[in-house]
């Protein structure tokens, strides 16, 4: 029945704290129910995964006593999922699949409680971050403390997806403020690829009013006028032949400052 894993997760109780004998219970269904009860939604529209972290209601005594049986609940339904590839790449196992606001708020706020731990547990099971979780993040419009928190925990930030983008070409793409994010991920990948923070920006077309006039007031002019020790080129030039997004105003205000 498509309805055993969420009658499961609705009926978890404070003393079930047997995490093998959970772990067990939801392998077997999902052994029985495949991808189908993955994606089976209850009479709220929501899947058992997004259940779990939504319908479960906990007194403040109870948390955490039940945080590390909901986590490896989460780490069983997510790692199933992307075996199964519900959502696809950008599905995360089904965590951002078929997502509505209410649940994308939900996600945001148990973050550091429940869906952080659970991923950094997925990622160990496959021995490396294969899946674009801050791609993912940046594409639902996670706040800046969610972006920092996947710099910091996962191995991600040099991880081009399907349509050749690195997270910082998604977050420009998806228009992220330097003060949201931005700054998070352009400092992570400058560190990453030992590369200046100018330089890096410039590459990805960074557009002016979305982070590159930061980058340049807090630089010296030695850096606007210094050449990428891999490519040789300028940032202006950086700027100026981006294959991933050319903002004219960054071009412009780069020779500008330095018009020799």
């Keep these: 029945d498509y309805n055993s894993l969420h009658y499961y997760i609705s009926s978890l109780k404070v003393n079930s704290n047997n995490s093998t004998a959970n772990d067990e219970i939801v392998l077997k269904l999902i052994e029985i129910g495949g991808s189908d009860l993955l994606i ?20 403040p005594c109870e948390l955490d006593m039940l945080q590390n049986m909901v986590v490896q609940n989460m780490v069983v339904l997510i790692q199933h999922g992307i075996a199964y590839k519900i959502g696809g790449e950008f599905g995360i196992g089904g965590l951002f699949f078929s997502i509505s606001d209410e649940t994308k708020k939900v996600i945001y706020r148990v973050w550091h409680q429940f869906v952080s731990p659970a991923l950094q547990q997925v990622v160990e099971l496959l021995g490396s971050t294969e899946q674009p ?14 972006i920092r928190d996947i710099v910091e925990n996962f191995d991600c930030i040099r991880i081009r997806d399907s349509l050749g983008r690195f997270p910082i070409d998604a977050a420009i793409e998806y228009k992220y403020a330097w003060n949201n994010g931005m700054k998070q991920i352009a400092e992570a990948m400058s560190s990453a690829q030992g590369v200046s923070l100018m330089n890096l920006c410039a590459k990805h077309g960074l557009p002016w009013e979305k982070g590159m006039r930061n980058v340049v007031e807090s630089s010296d002019i030695v850096d606007v006028e210094t050449k990428d020790t891999l490519t040789r080129l300028y940032p202006f030039m950086h700027s100026a032949t981006s294959e991933y997004n050319c903002d004219l105003a960054t071009t412009f205000k780069l020779i500008m400052i330095s018009p020799d």
């Design 40 to 59: 089976h939604r209850n009479n709220k529209g929501r899947s058992p995964l997004h259940a779990l972290i939504i319908e479960r209601r906990y007194l």
């Design 133 to 146: 979780i801050l791609h993912v993040a940046i594409m639902n419009k996670a706040p800046s403390r969610i």
